[in-house]
């Protein structure tokens, strides 16, 4: 099973600043078979990127995702009031699917 | 737009077994090349994948819980049904139903339900 590792834990910025969210797997993941999901309390995830670099349908283009192998990031170009929730990271390569355990970003 | 709500108990007794059906609607559950799929959240464990089904009847499991789980699909209804069993307190979670893309055992969830709440407890 790979392990999906995210950092920080928790981000503190406030709006109209740039969020970068880090998510490590514990081993190469295939073809970069990454997602990454928005949560708000009570809520549902919601799919913002998947194959760690494509937005989902209407997806606003303040995010972005990249990396490869066992590194990758979800960024955020310009944070707006709404952006402030949970972010996990999510692989589903050979090995079956995994989620990492959330990054909250907070309102500074 | 594909829709998913779950149904069934929120409390559900140790050593029994959990139950939920997920109703599809705003498009047909027999679309080709996709799964339908049952993830569960908890304080504790995060977001685990427990399984997904294809229309045809071919599932998989998170080896996690192979042993205790069951997912099935009514095409007629529109819904599909998991079932896990000899639960015990970590068994208690949200759980989602949601739609994967992909194939096999590797894909993403693009369409989720509310999620159900289910305690287990005596």
């Known amino acids: 099973e790979i392990v999906l590792t995210q950092f920080p834990g928790t981000l503190s910025l406030s709006p109209g600043q740039r969020a970068t969210l880090s998510c490590r797997a514990s081993?190469?993941?295939?073809?970069?078979?990454v997602a990454w999901y928005q949560q708000y309390p009570g809520q549902p995830p919601r799919l913002l990127i998947y194959?760690?670099?494509t937005r989902a349908t209407g997806i606003p283009d303040r995010f972005s995702g990249s990396g490869s192998g066992t590194d990758f990031t979800l960024t955020i170009g310009r944070l707006e009031t709404e952006d402030f929730a949970v972010y996990y990271c999510?692989?589903?390569?050979?090995?079956?699917?995994?989620f990492g355990q959330g990054t909250r970003l907070d309102i500074k | 737009q594909v829709q998913l709500q779950e149904s069934g108990p929120g409390l559900v007794k140790p050593s029994e077994t959990l139950s939920l059906t997920c109703t599809v609607s705003?498009?047909?559950?027999?679309?080709?090349?996709?799964?339908w799929g049952w993830i569960r959240q908890s304080p504790g464990k995060g977001l685990e994948w427990i399984g997904s089904?294809?229309?045809?009847?071919?599932?998989y499991y998170n080896p996690s819980f192979k042993s205790r789980v069951t997912i099935s699909v009514d095409t007629s209804k529109n819904q599909f049904s998991l079932y896990l069993s000899s639960v015990t307190a970590a068994d208690t979670a949200v759980y989602y139903c949601?739609?994967?893309?992909?194939?096999?055992?590797?894909?993403?969830?693009?369409?989720w339900g509310q999620g159900t709440r289910v305690t287990v407890s005596s």
């Open positions: 949601a739609r994967p893309v992909g194939y096999g055992s590797s894909y993403y969830f693009d369409y």
């Open positions: 705003g498009g047909s559950i027999n679309i080709i090349s996709y799964f």
């Open positions: 089904i294809y229309h045809t009847g071919s599932t």
């Open positions: 081993q190469s993941v295939s073809s970069s078979y």
């Open positions: 194959s760690a670099s």
């Open positions: 999510q692989q589903y390569g050979r090995s079956g699917v995994t």
